[in-house]
């Protein structure tokens, strides 16, 4: 009998800190290996990978930012998610959402930026207008070796693209899926741009390989973007 409650109490306990495991990561330099075990994360300002140092983010991690935070990356960030156990980017209020991920001349001869199974969701206002959408889910600029696999983008909102947005970059994107985004047309007032509700490229070199997109579309404004 005192064995049994001796199990019972070690099992409510486990309960308990899994129930209460949470990470919160406040504004600043970030690095190292976000695991399951300290999830959620809970960005409480934007956050930044320095050049030369790397961020990890393994399987089942949800990455929850708490307001219209972002996270840009000098250095190299590497998300590992697998089939059953994705790695999630959202934002604590749904309607309000994240302001994006940011990374800037990533130029490794190796694969320096890794998606594996991730899920990009809620970026932007959902019921902003287009002066406060500029940006996108996934934004990547002068980056030579980009992996983007078996990954979710969906309910999305920005501009020039909610999804995703690639200037002077080679990648491979492949088994992933673009879904239910919204992006503003401006087509006019930000010349040299392709602007689509799904993601948008300049100079880029892409692959796309078994990817899906269903149900984005594109709102008009009269929004003069400078």
């Not at 930000?190 to 602007?195: D, F, P």
């Not at 490229?201 to 269903?214: E, G, K």
């Not at 579309?217 to 929004?223: A, F, L």
Request: charged residues 15%.
């Amino acid at each position: 009998m005192k064995k049994t409650q001796i199990f019972f109490l070690l099992f409510c306990q486990l309960g308990f800190n899994l129930l209460q495991s949470q990470t919160t990561v406040p504004s600043g330099s970030v690095s190292g290996t976000w695991q399951k075990l300290g999830s959620p994360y809970k960005v409480n300002g934007n956050i930044y990978i320095t050049k030369g140092l790397k961020l990890t983010i393994t399987e089942g991690v949800t990455v929850e930012f708490q307001g219209n935070y972002k996270l840009d990356a000098w250095g190299t960030i590497q998300v590992m998610g697998k089939a059953n156990d994705t790695v999630v980017f959202t934002s604590k209020d749904k309607v309000a959402g994240w302001n994006g991920i940011y990374i800037h001349s990533q130029n490794s001869t190796t694969d320096s930026v890794i998606f594996n199974n991730t899920v990009f969701e809620y970026r932007g206002n959902q019921t902003s207008t287009a002066q406060s959408s500029v940006g996108s889910a996934l934004s990547i600029d002068s980056s030579m070796r980009v992996r983007i696999s078996n990954s979710v983008f969906r309910n999305n909102k920005g501009f020039p693209s909610s999804c995703a947005r690639f200037i002077r970059t080679m990648s491979l994107i492949y088994g992933t899926s673009i879904l239910n985004n919204k992006s503003y047309d401006q087509t006019q007032m930000a010349a040299g741009y392709s602007v689509s509700s799904g993601m948008s490229f300049l100079q880029c070199r892409t692959t796309f390989i078994n990817c899906n997109i269903i149900n984005n579309t594109t709102i008009t404004t009269s929004y003069q973007y400078r």
